[in-house]
């Protein structure tokens, strides 16, 4: 209904195509031809005493409903008509009002709906949207999320803003009652491109005194965040950088940074670790602690080029430090505790160059107590040999590798990505499973074992196991994940032979091998990630055909004959004869002490590069005989060591 001074009339959209022409004339049109109901409407309003009239004295012309498509209305002398959009119906039509004024205005269509712009679509990044209208002065409120806008749980819009993430965007026109009218509604998808690494520019390291790390922004307008504790910084969990870090903890700190902005991916991490300690030293040369001599190492980068022994009741104490064994080759140097004495360390790190292994061996009645190791900055890790009746207590120490043979007694916890070998007198009868995730547990053997040492670990997880096979040995392993297989022969037995053919790391589902002088070994549902083969005692070892990490424990005059194979590392000690024919060596070939090491047709060092090392050793009358063989790393001669190329 129309509410108009004095008279309301309802007519028929079908009356306005004539209303038009008469309006075009100057003429209101007769109302004769209009519905039943709407000329019953017509004489009542004649019957109002405050009727409205033209300037002709007819009555006014009658309310008529239209489509939005209607013409403009020339302006003649007549009363004022307006329009109002009516939301409820599609399309919206039109209501004509009369005005007890003197004139015609133009019939107004319904005003177009907003436009969201750009188009709907994917986009890839942060999106600006911008609404436009040609209905000015209405107030235009959107929704992100599908929603119909209201005063309330939408947003008016006052300019372009931007989308971050896949959107629904709903936009409407609200009047001051919150009526919505013209909707619009534009779906938006937004892939999110990732950002690029912020760079850390101070190396890992020991350093001396404290620092102040800086961090370089490789993505200008994204915020970089940090965390000092080793976890993934997010926009939850971290610190927002905004200037040099400090770093001045003896104890290990990892500083990880991403790049983080809203509409983008985070980018991945980068991490650095440091260790800062109080001061430098660097020794060379052998140290010996004897009697009731204590060396403590405190606050202090240590590097030492020498081997450290340690009898009767010496102690070496090191506390909050770095020490770093520095070496050319395989054992060239070891840490040797034996009778009562004890190495005691505390929140430090213990490593390696990495240019082969060291050794830290316990003999004896020799300790070992560790209540917080990290290797993380001292390069490579360093190898346990324990053995005697030594007591190795071992807490916290990440990387922890060793072998446990005699009557030794190890225990471990809280400890992570161990490697434990396993010692075995020959012969040895054993068929066991060797977990790698460990809540509670300690090595049983089984009945007919030999083997005396004791081994418990708690709360500790293994990254691999080693066994050895040896002359008169019957061994099954069974649903190991993970395990390096040794397979020796030295004394009691001499001038013997074993013959390892088709080793290789892998997995393996039911094999079995018989390398002689009665060593058998079986593996079921086991994956080995590495072998090694090593005689003494005058005996021989043949390998064919294989992939193994290479022979480094040898003595006494004994033999290689190696054909067909890849080795990891050949070290020969103490007269040993190696013959090595149509083979790769990817490490390092050393001759010690009077040995003689012959290369035919052969290759030392890696290609690929994946391996370090490919050098050639001579020392202490040792000989390398190089025979139609390329070298790709150095050939070096110490101590009367000789290399003849043929």
């Known amino acids: 209904m129309i509410k108009n001074t004095g008279v309301t009339i309802v007519a028929l959209a079908t009356l306005l195509a004539g209303f038009v022409a008469s309006c075009a004339s100057s003429e209101l049109p007769p109302i004769a031809d209009a519905s039943p109901s709407a000329a019953a409407e017509q004489a009542e309003a004649e019957d109002e005493p405050s009727g409205l009239t033209s300037s002709t004295g007819d009555p006014g012309p009658p309310t008529a409903t239209i489509e939005p498509t209607a013409t403009v209305v020339p302006e003649p002398v007549s009363p004022t008509i307006t329009a109002e959009v009516d939301p409820t119906t599609t399309p919206v039509p039109v209501v004509v009002a009369v005005e007890p004024t003197v004139g015609v205005t133009v019939v107004q269509a319904a005003p177009d709906p907003p436009r969201i712009l750009p188009a709907p679509g994917t986009y890839r990044g942060p999106t600006r949207l911008h609404i436009e209208t040609d209905n000015e002065g209405s107030d235009i409120y959107y929704t992100l999320d599908g929603s119909s806008p209201t005063a309330q749980n939408g947003t008016k819009y006052d300019g372009p803003f931007d989308i971050y993430d896949d959107a629904t965007v709903v936009a409407v026109y609200l009047n001051a009652d919150g009526a919505a009218t013209g909707r619009t509604v534009a779906v938006y998808s937004i892939e999110k491109p990732p950002l690029d690494a912020p760079l850390i520019t101070l190396d890992d390291g020991v350093y001396i005194g404290d620092r102040a790390v800086e961090i370089k922004n490789n993505e200008p307008g994204s915020n970089l965040i940090y965390a000092l504790d080793g976890t993934v910084p997010s926009p939850t969990n971290g610190t927002i950088y905004t200037g040099p870090v400090a770093i001045g903890s003896s104890a290990p700190t990892t500083l990880t940074v991403i790049s983080e902005r809203r509409g983008f991916l985070s980018s991945e991490s980068h991490s650095k670790t440091y260790r800062i300690l109080g001061t430098l030293e660097e020794s060379s040369g052998p140290i010996v602690l004897s009697g009731d001599d204590v060396l403590e190492i405190t606050?202090?980068?240590?590097?030492?080029?020498?081997?450290?022994?340690?009898?009767?009741?010496?102690?070496?104490?090191?506390?909050?430090?770095?020490?770093?064994?520095?070496k050319d080759f395989a054992f060239e140097y070891e840490v040797k505790a034996t009778e009562n004495s004890e190495i005691i360390v505390n929140n430090s790190g213990i490593g390696t160059t990495c240019t082969g292994s060291f050794n830290w061996a316990f003999f004896d009645n020799s300790r070992l107590t560790v209540d917080g190791m990290d290797p993380t900055l001292a390069q490579c890790n360093t190898w346990n040999f324990m053995s005697g009746s030594s007591v190795i207590d071992v807490r916290n120490w990440r990387t922890f590798s060793g072998t446990v043979c005699d009557q030794t007694s190890v225990e471990v916890r809280d400890s992570r990505d161990m490697e434990i070998e396993l010692c075995m007198p020959w012969p040895t009868v054993m068929d066991v499973e060797l977990p790698t995730e460990i809540d509670a547990y300690v090595f049983d053997p089984g009945p007919d074992s030999t083997m005396e040492f004791q081994l418990s670990m708690f709360s500790s997880t293994i990254d691999g196991w080693g066994i050895n096979v040896g002359p008169g040995s019957d061994i099954t392993i069974r649903n190991t994940p993970a395990v390096t297989v040794g397979v020796g022969i030295g004394f009691p037995s001499q001038n013997e032979t074993m013959t390892a053919v088709g080793i290789r790391p892998g997995q393996w589902e039911d094999q079995s091998w018989d390398f002689g002088a009665g060593a058998k070994l079986r593996l079921v549902n086991t994956f080995?990630?590495?072998?090694?083969?090593?005689?003494?005692?005058?005996?021989?070892?043949?390998?064919?055909?294989?992939?193994?990490?290479?022979?480094?424990?040898?003595?006494?005059?004994?033999?290689?004959?190696?054909?067909?194979?890849?080795?990891?590392?050949?070290?020969?000690?103490?007269?040993?004869?190696?013959?090595?024919?149509?083979?790769?060596?990817?490490?390092?070939?050393?001759?010690?002490?009077?040995?003689?090491?012959?290369?035919?047709?052969?290759?030392?060092?890696?290609?690929?590069?994946?391996?370090?090392?490919g050098n050639v050793y001579a020392r202490g009358n040792g000989r390398v005989i190089l025979r139609n063989t390329v070298v790709l790393g150095d050939q070096i001669t110490q101590d009367n060591g000789e290399i003849i190329v043929e």
């Open 528 to 613: 080995t990630y590495g072998w090694e083969l090593n005689a003494w005692g005058g005996n021989t070892m043949v390998i064919r055909d294989s992939d193994y990490s290479g022979s480094a424990v040898n003595g006494s005059d004994s033999h290689y004959i190696i054909d067909n194979t890849t080795a990891g590392q050949l070290v020969a000690f103490d007269s040993v004869d190696m013959i090595v024919t149509n083979s790769i060596i990817t490490g390092d070939v050393v001759a010690n002490d009077n040995t003689v090491i012959t290369l035919i047709d052969s290759t030392v060092g890696d290609e690929t590069g994946k391996h370090s090392g």
């Open 299 to 326: 606050d202090t980068h240590f590097l030492h080029r020498g081997s450290i022994t340690l009898s009767g009741n010496a102690k070496l104490i090191i506390t909050d430090s770095v020490v770093e064994h520095v």
